[in-house]
């Protein structure tokens, strides 16, 4: 059996968020280990999954954002803290360095990115000097061998990661509308797409057909599913539980105080451009 639907970013973002929690990755470091959960918003949806958190807003759980039509860093006091970490499912006060000493094999990382391409490699937009969350986990996580998981929707997909993370570099661009970033380019992380999503959850293969919108639909994907008769019926009715998830509102930083290089940092709320204030 065949069958075709459109997803908007925000639906993506929960269906992913569903499967990730169902992953086998999850389900055991839940049961021996840690889990850490980074920022990024597709992570709120995660933790809203995870841990039962529906007043948690999406927007606010993360540092680098994409909104207001430029990329842009929340302020620190306003967002939601972060990462939630668990240790055999329960929240821990540790840190993320006092975490990565407690080494433990199955111990996963949940971190949302910026870019995918077709050969699976993730792009993960920085602005931090120390390269931010993943300046502070991937060299053991890559060394350890710990499982690093990119929830991402196909959205994001780029032409190639490795071409982009060349092209980019804070200190290599000279004007910038929003913030200035490089790109660190993940080859070895565990991607879950609306691909891996659908497969987690109701065991049928997709295809990314179609991509883009206008309105609610920016960003939006189209699939194609197909598999046996009762799974794409469950693909389905997945589908149609998540068909009228709610729009995110935009979520930014304080332009006037803002630490990155910008266009419009130093500028007061009277001095943007009114699409930058909406």
């Not at 996580?141 to 994001?156: D, M, R």
Request: hydrophobic fraction near 40%; charge should be negative.
């Amino acid at each position: 059996m065949k069958a075709a639907f459109t997803l908007i970013p925000v639906e993506s973002r929960r269906l992913i968020a569903k499967a990730v929690v169902q992953m086998e990755e999850i389900k055991i470091a839940k049961e021996k280990a840690y889990i850490i959960l980074n920022g990024g918003t597709t992570n709120g949806y995660i933790a809203q999954e995870l841990l039962g958190m529906r007043d948690l807003e999406p927007q606010k759980f993360a540092a680098g954002t994409n909104t207001h039509r430029l990329l842009c860093v929340t302020d620190a006091d306003k967002r939601t803290p972060f990462p939630i970490i668990l240790y055999k499912g329960e929240r821990s006060s540790k840190t993320l360095p006092e975490v990565l000493q407690d080494f433990h094999i199955e111990t996963a990382l949940i971190k949302g990115a910026n870019a995918i391409d077709h050969e699976g490699n993730v792009g993960v937009v920085s602005s931090g000097f120390d390269g931010g969350t993943m300046g502070a986990t991937y060299g053991t996580a890559t060394s350890q061998g710990l499982k690093y998981i990119f929830p991402v929707g196909l959205e994001k997909m780029v032409a190639s990661v490795k071409e982009a993370s060349a092209w980019a570099g804070a200190k290599t661009l000279d004007y910038t509308i929003g913030a200035d970033f490089g790109i660190f380019c993940i080859p070895n992380g565990i991607v879950v797409t609306e691909i891996e999503a659908l497969k987690i959850l109701a065991d049928v293969e997709a295809k990314h057909v179609a991509s883009g919108g206008v309105g609610e639909s920016a960003g939006a994907v189209t699939l194609v599913i197909k598999g046996e008769e009762a799974n794409v019926r469950n693909a389905i009715s997945i589908v149609e539980s998540i068909k009228g998830e709610p729009l995110l509102k935009g979520f930014k930083g304080t332009c006037e105080t803002c630490p990155y290089t910008c266009k419009f940092v130093g500028k007061k709320l009277e001095e943007l451009p009114a699409w930058l204030t909406d």
